[in-house]
């Protein structure tokens, strides 16, 4: 099992820069990658930026370039840097852990969320 908890949302100005964090916390070991999704009212939840184990990053294309995912393993830690910020980022911004076991011969893929933190995104 994994906790996560998130802070770092709220209210900022088209242009303006907020960071994200989330720390993982229960039986933290073998979690593969942890990253950031959101979902905006009438929308389907879309992945923001993931970073996996191994350092590699993967970013949806409207954050490319604005946003910056990081992560601090001894501190079980992973943040999202957003900056340039547009009106419709506005939405709920969920913390995503995800962690492979094996049963045998056989892996298994089990997805964590956190509570989600509100960030809108106005003048």
């Known amino acids: 099992q994994v906790q996560l908890v998130e802070s770092g949302g709220g209210l900022v100005q088209p242009g303006g820069s907020l960071r994200l964090s989330c720390k993982a916390s229960?039986?933290?070991?073998?979690?593969?990658?942890m990253g950031w999704y959101r979902q905006a009212p009438g929308n389907e939840r879309e992945l923001v930026a993931v970073?996996?184990?191994?350092?590699?990053?993967n970013y949806s294309d409207s954050g490319k370039g604005r946003f910056t995912i990081s992560r601090d393993s001894a501190k079980n830690t992973v943040s999202l840097q957003m900056n340039s910020l547009k009106p419709e980022d506005t939405a709920v911004y969920y913390c995503?852990?995800?962690?492979?076991?094996?049963?045998?011969?056989?892996?298994?893929?089990?997805?964590?969320w956190g509570q989600g933190t509100q960030v809108t995104v106005s003048s």
């Open positions: 995503y852990a995800e962690k492979w076991r094996a049963e045998g011969k056989n892996l298994y893929k089990v997805d964590y």
């Open positions: 970073i996996s184990s191994n350092g590699s990053t």
């Open positions: 229960g039986t933290i070991f073998s979690i593969q990658v």
